[in-house]
């Protein structure tokens, strides 16, 4: 069952977040998008079941309460070497070998965004959701 649909925040520059995310997660695309009278520029960014709704609102900064959007990758080898190719390098790497079923590493974006990659090494929920490491 899935659960989540969708995400939707307001970014200084659709572009900025756009290309980061075209670098990080390839498989992921626009869906669809446009210029809202009411609302300004927005983009629909994801799969066929998921998306990140952008709307630009100049000035627009990374609420203090939002820490982080969380990703799972299936290579988080292949992300980093697609971040740095596009010229973004970690905030935070601590994370790649601290837990035997999970690899993690987080990037800010152009509009100051926090997005944490997750690489999960098992299928087994247990596992993947083992805390006390």
């Known amino acids: 069952m899935q659960i989540l649909e969708h995400i939707h ?3 200084n520059s659709l572009a900025a977040t756009e290309v980061f995310l075209a670098a990080a997660v390839p498989e992921l695309k626009r869906r669809g998008g446009g210029d809202s009278e009411i609302y300004g520029p927005w983009v629909h960014i994801g799969t066929d079941n998921c998306y990140i709704a952008l709307t630009e609102v100049k000035g627009s900064q990374s609420p203090p309460e939002l820490r982080h ?11 980093m070497t697609r971040l740095s190719a596009a010229g973004f390098e970690p905030a935070d790497a601590s994370a790649i070998k601290g837990h035997p079923y999970r690899r993690r ?12 990659f997750v690489q999960y090494l098992t299928e087994d929920p247990a596992l993947r959701n083992d805390y006390s490491q």
């Open 69 to 79: 959007i969380g990703i799972v990758v299936e290579d988080i080898d292949a992300l």
């Open 9 to 11: 925040l307001s970014v």
């Open 105 to 116: 590493v987080y990037y800010i974006d152009g509009n100051g965004l926090d997005w944490e």
